[in-house]
């Protein structure tokens, strides 16, 4: 390997690591909302799909999930591999497939238009938002037996939460439109 590609591989990874502690910083931003919490972590991991391409993004929420669940209390209320049946673990299974997929559709282009990133995130957004919807439904009838109706999980894990993250779909274009650039 040379020493551009050593280089290169080097700076991926401290960048990767760096999304990944920012994504734990954006869980405990947060604006109480009932049911599912409103965090920033969704701005940084659109961010790392955008910036770091899919596979790197999705590295980077993978190793967040990770640490969480070894124990140290990076996710909204703790961490530990108990979180894995918590209603709102979805989400976070959802921010590595989102953040994948919204990584994979920004890198169609070396300078994505500020349409294409939008259009990354909003459909990184509705992954996340049906991974995690669709693990809270599961837990919370099948795990916890505290079944939630159909309306009931739409107003609270979607109707909610949607403006505030159709706000961080916008910012992260804008932002991604900016440092894309730098990054490449």
């Known amino acids: 390997m040379s020493v551009t ?3 290169q591989r080097t700076t ?5 690591g ?7 910083i954006g869980a405990f931003i947060k604006i109480p909302v009932p049911v599912v919490p409103f965090t920033l ?14 596979r790197w993004g999705a590295l980077s929420v993978a190793v967040y999930i990770v640490i969480g669940l070894v124990g140290i209390p990076v996710f909204t209320n703790g961490g530990g591999i108990s979180y894995i049946i918590q209603p709102t673990f979805g989400y976070l299974l959802g921010f590595c497939a989102g953040t994948y997929a919204t990584g994979a559709i920004a890198a169609t282009s ?29 837990i919370a009838k099948f795990y916890i037996n505290q079944p939630i109706g159909f309306y009931s999980i739409i107003l609270y894990c979607f109707l909610l939460p949607l403006p ?7 910012l992260s274009a804008h932002l991604g439109k900016r440092l894309i650039p730098i990054f490449k």
């Open 12 to 16: 991926r990874l401290i960048i990767c």
């Open 110 to 138: 070396a300078l994505p238009s500020l349409r294409k990133l939008l259009a990354a995130n909003f459909i990184g957004l509705m992954i996340v938002y049906s991974i995690g919807m669709i693990y809270y439904y599961g």
């Open 5 to 7: 590609k050593l280089r």
């Open 164 to 170: 505030g993250d159709l706000a961080i779909c916008y």
């Open 18 to 24: 760096l999304f990944s502690a920012l994504i734990a």
């Open 41 to 54: 972590q969704f701005l940084f991991t659109t961010l790392a799909g955008l910036l770091l391409g899919p």
